[in-house]
């Protein structure tokens, strides 16, 4: 068994991934409250290399087969507050989530507070979900109620009503949280929301992706290269597995 031909194809495998990740990564850069996706790489053991009884496969019996492994996560730092000064763009200065729930009752959280008023007067985020308030029911505003001003704490008035409190929840463990729809997550391994007692929103700002372009196309570039090094090998190891069998007849 050649070893190289099979390190190289699982090494061209693990490129692949990590290109879908900088795809991602660029594709969403613009999105407010994007969390940049990460691939770190490792090596893991696949079975051993045997020797024959001479000896003569170069290796010592019982040498381990090494082949990367593909670690992805998410970069959770916060990404830069830029201003909109629209009323319902709201940004989290520090820790936390804002709560939303989908049409079949799922709650999902996200960075991004790019919100919007529908025909019903409730407000929703881009991906048409519902904002949720502390109380656990949807925030929706008065007709004619006047302007809409969001405290730091998160409080919602419309004139000196108070509409409710938007509900920012955070999770002890942020790697417990799975990449969903419209840059949100959704809690996996039974983690539970927590809320933030004392949030500090800012309306009228939207916070950006953490993602750098720039470097997301250097990586781009470090992938190519990388993939058609393992080409070459692969390639390599090809044609002289061909000359052995042409000599062989």
Request: no cysteine; net charge negative; glycine share 10%.
């Amino acid at each position: 068994m050649n070893i190289g031909l099979y390190q190289s194809a699982s090494s061209l495998s693990a490129l692949e991934r990590w290109q879908d990740s900088v795809s991602q990564n660029i594709a969403s850069s613009q999105m407010a409250g994007y969390r940049k996706r990460t691939v770190n790489f490792s090596t893991q053991e696949a079975g051993e290399i045997q020797s024959d009884p001479k000896g003569r496969i170069g290796h010592e019996e019982g040498d381990a087969m090494l082949f990367p492994k593909v670690n992805t996560g998410i970069n959770f730092v916060s990404g830069e507050t830029q201003p909109t000064r629209r009323e319902l763009d709201v940004a989290i200065q520090g820790d936390g989530f804002f709560e939303l729930q989908r049409a079949d009752g799922t709650k999902v959280y996200t960075r991004n507070g790019e919100f919007h008023l529908t025909a019903e007067r409730t407000i929703v985020s881009s991906s048409g979900d519902n904002v949720m308030t502390e109380s656990g029911s949807p925030l929706t505003l008065v007709a004619g109620g006047g302007e809409v001003v969001i405290n730091q704490d998160g409080t919602v008035f419309q004139g000196t009503t108070s509409i409710g409190k938007f509900a920012v929840k955070r999770f002890a463990d942020n790697s417990m949280l799975a990449p969903s729809a419209g840059g949100s997550f959704v809690p996996s391994g039974g983690a539970a929301p927590l809320t933030v007692e004392e949030p500090e929103l800012l309306q009228g700002y939207l916070e950006g992706s953490n993602v750098t372009p720039l470097r997301e196309m250097v990586d781009l570039v470090l992938i190519s290269r990388a993939y058609e090094a393992n080409q070459k090998v692969i390639t390599t190891v090809d044609q002289q597995m061909q000359k052995t069998l042409d000599a062989l007849g």
